[in-house]
């Protein structure tokens, strides 16, 4: 079927035109204000954190150095040339001591997001405007988590050891009171997006505040719940490897003791065994967390 293309006279294209013209400059006008304002505050922020270009251009070749070096036994060989005193740390005559530290740091990850999810499970009921029962206890429970996970896990770590002294168990408090307010963050706001109509049936049924939960709120997020956990646990085997670095166990600690002694072969062994378990469990827990949304979409 043939279409014809209508054209309106001048008289009416002209407003349009002068009309479409005033919105294009318009949009111009406001882009180039808004780049100007973040070049004035990038400047601006420049100046007050002291960011000298001139020195970071001249210094900026010892960043690759560093790197070139790692890959260096102290002959100058380069580390693949010997795979065995490369990666003598995962050797069964050394007691598989780099393994058995990555071990350490997979549970100080495991057990801080267990802990972290209880707790951030039992405050997100607290700290959800729309189920909560009083106001105070949402700007207390907010609070609460906004000072858990505001707080740096390396900083809890540092207090922690200081109090506890060094070792897996002050990283494991300090990832877990981290994960805490994060967690709890994450499952308020699901929480906070849920139909309300089965909560409003159980409220007129005579339900208590427990039940309703129970049966209204946990079914609609449990899905979400997991898959936030899971992948904060991927942040958390991470985080496991920087509380090391401060005493807080697992393969942090051996990594700083290296770092201090300039073993720079065993640097960029540990670091290639850190990065290869983020990314399998990075693949892992992706996995899962894209099947348990799937099935609360299917839900």
């Known amino acids: 079927m043939a279409s014809a293309l209508q054209i309106l006279p001048d008289r009416q294209l002209e407003p349009l035109a002068r009309a479409y013209a005033k919105a294009v400059r318009t949009g111009r006008l406001k882009l180039a204000g808004g780049c100007l304002v973040a070049l004035v505050l990038l400047g601006v922020s420049g100046w007050f954190t002291q960011f000298d270009p001139v020195l970071f251009a001249n210094n900026a070749h010892r960043f690759p150095s560093y790197f070139v070096r790692i890959f260096h036994f102290d002959t100058g060989a380069p580390v693949w040339s010997n795979f065995e005193e490369w990666f003598w740390g ?113 409220v007129a049924s005579g339900a208590t505040w427990w039940e309703t939960n129970r049966y209204a709120v946990l079914p609609q997020v449990l899905a ?58 990075d693949i892992l827990t992706g996995r899962l967390r894209h099947y348990f949304i799937g099935l609360q979409e299917a839900r």
């Not at 949402?138 to 896990?153: D, G």
């Not at 898959?227 to 509380?243: D, H, K, P, Q």
């Not at 005493?247 to 990065?275: M, N, P, T």
């Open 90 to 202: 995962v050797l069964p005559e050394y007691k598989c001591r780099w393994l058995w530290s990555l071990w350490d740091t997979l549970l100080i990850a495991y057990l801080g997001t267990a802990l972290g999810a209880i707790g951030g499970f039992f405050l997100c009921f607290m700290a959800s405007a729309n189920i909560a029962r009083t106001r105070s206890g949402v700007f207390v429970a907010r609070r609460l988590l906004e000072f858990f996970r505001s707080v740096p896990e390396v900083v809890f770590a540092l207090i922690f050891v200081a109090a506890f002294g060094i070792g897996p168990f002050a990283g494991v408090l300090a990832i877990a009171l981290h994960s805490t307010g994060a967690l709890g963050k994450l499952f308020s706001d699901a929480i906070e997006n849920i139909d309300m109509k089965p909560v409003d049936g159980l």
């Open 224 to 281: 979400h719940f997991t898959s936030y956990t899971l992948w904060r646990f991927e942040i958390n085997v991470r985080g496991a490897s920087v509380v090391g670095l401060v005493g807080g166990g697992g393969i942090g600690q051996d990594l700083i003791e290296y770092i201090r002694k300039f073993y720079y072969s065993d640097i960029s062994a540990l670091l290639i065994l850190i990065v290869g378990m983020v990314m399998i469990i």
